[in-house]
Every structure is written in C-alpha cells, then in structure tokens.
C-alpha cells in the first residue's frame, strides 16, 4: 500500500489535530456557555412572567444581536455538531465486547450528541425560527415571551396538529438529558485532551465534577420546565372583555 503524502491529503486529513481541539474547545466555549446562559434565563420562569419577560427583552435588546447571535451561538454550533457527526460516524464502538466506563462514556457522549442536535433543530424552529415553517408565533420581539413558551411547552399545534402536552414535555426532558450529558462529559475529555488533567486520580476528580454539574444543569432545567408546565394560561384581552361584559353589574 502506497504510503500518501501531505499533498494527496484532503484540508480535514491535513488539519485533523486543529480541528479535533477546535470542536473539543467550541464545546465548552461558546456552547457551554451559552447552555448556562439559557438556563440561567429559563430560571426565571421560578419568579413569575414578567421577571423572566423581562429577562429576554434585556438579550433581545442587545446591540448587535444577530451578529452576536449568528458568530456566538449558530456558527459554532454548526461546527461542533457537523464535525461531532462526522468523527461519530467514522467511530467504531465497542461497548458490548468491552463494557467499560470509558467505552460507555464514549457511546453515550455520540449517542446524546445525536439526540442533542435533532433536539436543538426542533427547539430553534419551535421559537427561534418558528415564522419560517409556522411551527407557532414568532417569539423574537414578541410583548409576552413567558406564555409563547408555555404554549410552546404546552399545547405545541405545528401546522395545526395538537400535540398532546406530555409527548412535547417528554421530548424536552430526553432533549435536556442528553445536552447535560454530552457537555458535562465534555467537560471531562476536554480536560484531558487539552493536558489539564494527566493522572488518573485528576481525571477521577474532574470527572466526578463534570458530573455533578452535569446532573446540577439538568435539575435546573427541569425545575424551568415544571415551572412553565405549571403556570396558568394568560388570559386573552378580548375574553376577559367578553367576560366582563357579560358579568352582571
């Protein structure tokens, strides 16, 4: 077999090592980031509507958004997931003749990878980009974020299909489980492959942090969700006309 030279390697082959520490980086800066970020916003559904209403107005207000957005959020997402699924796809797992932890962690952190990116294609369609397919009503600039959500959540109709309220719940926990998981996991080989952590009992340590925060994100996210599944439906100006109208004076 021919051995191949620099010059018959194509730009990923030539640029592997860069691009395999760019995707462990992107991970946790900026997605990590943003992760905590949107946690932290959804938290405030705890404090009723108007203190997360005005939580999201206070981004939707920043200067710059979309740009911040498109270099902060979108590009590097896209990075990270399309190069997660190429090297996932060129993987060869073997969790079943060798069920070790690393080999479970290794099929868990491509298998939430997976689950996290189809998740994320929803969740952005579903709110972000919802005027593009009609998946429900524009939630950028809109006066009531809080109970956009909550439908979302709630009672989703895409195309005008009710979706029963514990299949989109169901759906969010299983999406939230797997990008808690995938970061926190992340957490522990970007330590490793960035030469933080060398010995086995310092990989021990962080893996056992990278968990614990793991497991911290995905109880607050799912404390976020009971609050929006919680919360009563805002009443809509025109029926609390109609109802006063027809309450007797």
Request: aromatic fraction near 16%.
């Amino acid at each position: 077999m021919a051995t191949r030279t620099p010059d018959t390697l194509n730009l990923e082959e030539r640029h592997r090592f860069l691009l395999r520490k760019l995707h462990s980086l992107s991970g946790i800066v900026p997605i990590g980031v943003f992760l905590f970020e949107h946690l932290l916003t959804n938290s405030m559904a705890f404090q009723g509507a108007d203190k997360f209403n005005d939580a999201v107005h206070g981004i939707h207000d920043l200067p710059y958004l979309f740009a911040l957005e498109f270099f902060g959020i979108f590009l590097p997402l896209a990075f990270h997931a399309l190069y997660g699924i190429k090297i996932a796809m060129t993987a060869e797992p073997n969790v079943r003749a060798y069920p070790y932890m690393d080999n479970r962690r290794y099929f868990f952190q491509r298998l939430t990878g997976y689950i996290a990116f189809l998740f994320l294609i929803v969740h952005l369609l579903k709110f972000r980009f919802a005027h593009w397919i009609g998946w429900g009503p524009e939630f950028i600039g809109s006066d009531d974020p809080f109970e956009i959500t909550r439908r979302g959540l709630t009672e989703w109709e895409p195309w005008g299909i009710a979706v029963p309220a514990f299949v989109t719940m169901t759906f969010y926990v299983i999406g939230l489980w797997a990008a808690c998981y995938h970061f926190a996991n992340g957490i522990w080989s970007f330590c490793i492959s960035w030469g933080i952590t060398v010995g086995e009992k310092a990989q021990k340590r962080v893996g056992m942090a990278a968990a614990a925060i793991g497991i911290l994100f995905f109880v607050w996210g799912g404390l976020s969700l009971w609050a929006f599944a919680k919360a009563p439906k805002a009443v809509d100006s025109q029926e609390q006309n109609k109802t006063m109208i027809a309450e007797p004076t």
